[in-house]
């Protein structure tokens, strides 16, 4: 027999049962609901917050280490810098075409870890390095095994929580924690007074405290709410129950669907969501791989400017935070954030290259901190893809393409810095602020999209059902959100 629960996840009392076909009814309480919510927050959200804190600390280390003597140590000449922040990224999209295939059929818990702590090992190598060669191969396979990372934390994300829920923990995985203490690390790290260059004990520190967070994350992150090593077994039921409501998929591994990846290509949220994170990434290249560099041409030491480097980041976590906050007490405020964000960071970089930075040194260095909100459009639009995209198979191929062109745009973007132009960098800044305009553009295009899309289904389906069966059976025939009639998107 079959009976309809509720789908709202936090009812003030006790919801309809679910009768499984096993003469097993589970009810969903208020109470259960948290117990699980509050479960799930305190073993996923910190693991993935490591893991993604871990990914940006080792990136942005390029750029603390040329300050600290890289770039002499290592003879870098002309554009081998740039290339260094690129060839990180060929890795990258290398990597991406077997990843839809493995987060498919791999345990993700598992498939993280173990990149994570290759990826640590591979970062300790690079202290080893002397050439741009070394340099280069090293980046290139960091590349290869962070590919995974992002594609996987969207899967996650949609996994573990509600479509509400999700804008908010996105804030917390994708963060700037790296950002804020990464400058204070290195500046600690510069104070070492030991045989090897400064600049090595960065990657050696670093990469070893990944090595040891990614065996961390292998034992510890569950593939699946089904076989969270946290929940009893009626919370392993009761958690589908909860995330019954997304109807975007709970399970990872399922059937390989082509008409998914064709469903996609056809989707004009889709090519929103890609033109989104081309924008982002043509500015995270600049700002990831050249900040640091920008803020020394202001007359600062190697020691202050890497502290000085930190605010723009704090920027960033503050705004993210707050902005994310207040979507999940006010629905369909994301493109408005997203797009919010991106005209901020437009102004930052506008400031930076047209402000003389001798005779308005502080104005000048409010814009770069300006552009820390560049990050806030990047949260709301992994949190909109992993919301509005419903069927395995379609969730990742989007964390897959996303990542893809998130590659390609920081291959790039390194490469509008031109050697000769440091420490203004005129043509790299120019390239931000098209990067700004950019993604403040397709926010609005795709809050329009998911608006009149909800119009539309309304009037020709009915005002949807909210029933928790209806999103288990979605999650049970892998519906993605155009196939499923009943789903509606967030905006």
Not at 147 to 175: D, G, H, K, V
Not at 249 to 258: D, M, R, T, Y
């Amino acid at each position: 027999m079959t009976s309809k629960v509720q789908s709202e996840a936090y009812a003030a009392k006790p919801m309809e049962p679910l009768d499984h076909g096993q003469g097993e009814i589970i009810p969903l309480t208020q109470a259960q609901a948290r117990r699980l919510l509050l479960k799930t927050d305190l073993v996923v959200m910190p693991l993935v917050v490591l893991s993604m804190t871990l990914a940006f600390l080792d990136k942005n280390a390029l750029g603390y280490t040329a300050i600290y003597g890289l770039k002499d140590d290592a003879h870098l000449v002309g554009q081998q810098y740039s290339w260094l922040g690129s060839i990180f990224y060929f890795g990258y999209l290398a990597m991406e075409f077997p990843n839809l295939y493995l987060m498919t059929r791999l345990p993700i818990g598992k498939y993280v870890g173990t990149c994570l702590a290759l990826w640590g090992a591979c970062l300790c190598f690079m202290a080893l390095c002397h050439n741009f060669g070394g340099l280069a191969t090293i980046r290139f396979l960091l590349g290869i095994l962070e590919a995974a990372i992002l594609p996987c934390m969207m899967i996650i994300n949609s996994m573990w929580y509600l479509r509400e829920e999700q804008p908010l923990r996105t804030a917390f995985w994708y963060n700037t924690f790296a950002g804020v203490f990464g400058g204070i690390l290195s500046y600690a790290i510069g104070h070492i007074n030991g045989s090897m260059s400064t600049w090595k004990y960065i990657f050696l520190i670093y990469g070893a405290t990944t090595v040891l967070a990614g065996a961390l994350v292998f034992f510890g992150l569950p593939d699946s709410p089904a076989k969270a090593w946290f929940f009893n077994a009626e919370e392993k039921n009761l958690a589908l129950i909860r995330l019954a409501p997304n109807q975007t998929g709970i399970e990872a591994n399922k059937k390989f669907h082509v008409a998914h990846i064709i469903e996609a290509l056809r989707d004009p949220k889709c090519y929103c969501i890609w033109l989104g994170v081309l924008g982002y990434a043509l500015a995270n290249a600049g700002l990831t791989n050249f900040n640091p560099l920008i803020i020394s041409g202001y007359g600062f030491s190697a020691a202050r400017t890497v502290l000085m480097a930190t605010p723009q980041a704090a920027v960033a976590m503050v705004s993210q935070a707050i902005l994310t906050t207040i979507s999940f007490f006010k629905p369909n405020l994301r493109c408005i954030f997203w797009v919010f964000g991106s005209v901020m960071g437009m102004i930052g970089a506008v400031m930076l290259h047209s402000l003389n930075v001798e005779t308005q040194r502080n104005a000048s260095l409010a814009g770069v901190y300006l552009m820390g909100f560049y990050n806030v459009p990047w949260v709301f639009l992994l949190s909109l893809s992993s919301s509005n995209t419903g069927g395995a198979t379609k969730k990742s191929f989007m964390g897959m393409s996303i990542a893809v062109v998130y590659a390609v745009g920081n291959i790039i973007g390194p490469q509008f810095f031109l050697s000769s132009q440091s420490p203004k960098y005129a043509l790299g800044i120019g390239m931000m602020i098209f990067s700004f305009a950019l993604m403040a553009a397709a926010g609005l295009v795709y809050h329009g999209l998911c608006f009149f899309e909800n119009k539309r289904r309304d009037s020709k389906y009915g005002m949807p059902h909210d029933d928790a069966d209806v999103g288990l059976e979605a999650d049970r025939n892998d519906l993605t959100d155009v196939q499923n009639t009943n789903f509606r998107y967030t905006y």
